[in-house]
């Protein structure tokens, strides 16, 4: 017959007269200062929530996200979601960036041996120059605690959408599109436990402007959980191509990048690569291995 597979523990506990009772679930740090409720109409699930929203940093603050996500399930085969999301910037916003954002997505996914589907997204938020190579959690510590932010922030408002295809569970295809008017955005003064009262590092610029983006992915993930992972490979692989005719460069030295043309015909090439490998040798010891590689490989200089 067919398999299913639970990858989660059954939410029970015995009690003392020998029947089970449902047992409330030890909910991750993250979620601990979230608010969210769920109800169902139909076959529409509707999940409103009230979270923070990424990292403590020096230009937001803590971003507060709100909004609902709506799953509608037509068949056991096709799920379709559609997510809103409101970003609320507790710092108080400088005078290039206002106290609100937002996130809106929307996907069709078509479900079974071979998995296909397609999305869209329309946005105006706040990202990292780089998300490496300090983890979200270790950043935004350091910046609450100790007033030192150790990524640097653009902000970001476009359009973008995206297809992929899994003809197999371990592979995964993905093409997307997307078209975005970045900028640069100056620190605030967010408050911290200690060193409150030094300043903060300032936020370097970007080349402002418009940029269209078109990418392709490839994932092999071999791994027996993606949540908590003890065995297996996955190795993602990124090529993405940008081209922009009407960027604001910022002087760089010529050693680090030659000076781009203002006048357009920007274009340039960025690879990225995430190698995995998790290995359980003993139900106590478990030895796991990352390379990360990621870069300008073609066209104009980033």
Same mark, same amino acid.
Request: proline content about 7%; aromatic content about 10%.
């Given at each position: 017959?067919a398999e ?6 059954a939410?029970v506990i015995r /009690?003392?007269?020998g %029947? ?5 679930r030890? &909910? !991750?740090? #993250?979620?601990?200062? *979230? ?5 169902q ?7 409103l929530s009230l979270a923070?929203?990424g990292t403590?940093?020096?230009i937001? /603050?803590l971003?507060? %996200?709100?909004?609902p996500?709506?799953?509608w &399930? !037509?068949? #056991?085969q096709?799920? *379709? ?5 409101g970003?609320l910037?507790t ?19 078509? %479900?079974g ?19 490496h190579?300090?983890?979200?959690s270790e950043?935004?510590w350091s910046?609450f ?6 990524r ?14 899994q ?12 078209r975005d008017?970045e900028?640069?955005v ?7 436990i200690?060193r ?5 590092r ?5 080349d ?13 993930d ?20 940008s ?6 460069p910022?002087?760089?030295p010529a050693v680090?990048?030659p000076?781009p043309?203002t006048?357009?015909?920007?274009a340039t ?6 190698v ?9 010891l478990q030895?796991?291995?990352r ?9 104009d200089r980033?």
């Amino acid at each position: 017959g067919a398999e299913r597979v639970y990858w989660d523990a059954a939410p029970v506990i015995r /009690g003392s007269d020998g %029947l089970l009772a449902l047992r409330e679930r030890r &909910r !991750p740090l #993250s979620e601990l200062a *979230a608010a969210r409720t769920t109800f169902q109409v139909g076959k529409v699930r509707t999940t409103l929530s009230l979270a923070t929203g990424g990292t403590y940093n020096r230009i937001e /603050g803590l971003p507060i %996200l709100f909004g609902p996500l709506l799953e509608w &399930r !037509p068949s #056991s085969q096709a799920l *379709a979601r559609l997510d809103l999301r409101g970003i609320l910037r507790t710092a108080g916003s400088a005078d290039d960036l206002g106290d609100f954002g937002y996130v809106a997505r929307a996907d069709l996914r078509f %479900l079974g041996k071979t998995e296909f589907g397609v999305g869209g997204r329309i946005y105006s938020e706040v990202n990292p120059i780089e998300d490496h190579p300090f983890p979200g959690s270790e950043s935004g510590w350091s910046a609450f605690l100790l007033q030192r932010d150790y990524r640097d922030y653009f902000e970001r408002q476009g359009v973008g959408g995206l297809a992929y295809f899994q003809p197999h569970p371990v592979w995964r295809f993905e093409f997307s599109m997307r078209r975005d008017a970045e900028r640069s955005v100056r620190a605030t003064d967010p408050w911290s436990i200690f060193r409150n009262s030094d300043r903060w590092r300032p936020n370097p610029l970007i080349d402002d402007g418009h940029y269209f983006s078109t990418g392709l992915q490839v994932v092999y993930d071999t791994r027996n959980d993606p949540d908590r992972p003890t065995t297996g490979w996955i190795i993602r692989a990124n090529l993405e191509h940008s081209t922009s005719d009407d960027i604001a460069p910022v002087a760089l030295p010529a050693v680090v990048r030659p000076q781009p043309s203002t006048g357009g015909g920007y274009a340039t090439d960025r690879l990225s690569l995430d190698v995995r490998r998790y290995s359980r040798l003993a139900p106590a010891l478990q030895v796991n291995a990352r390379l990360r590689a990621d870069g300008w490989v073609a066209g104009d200089r980033l």
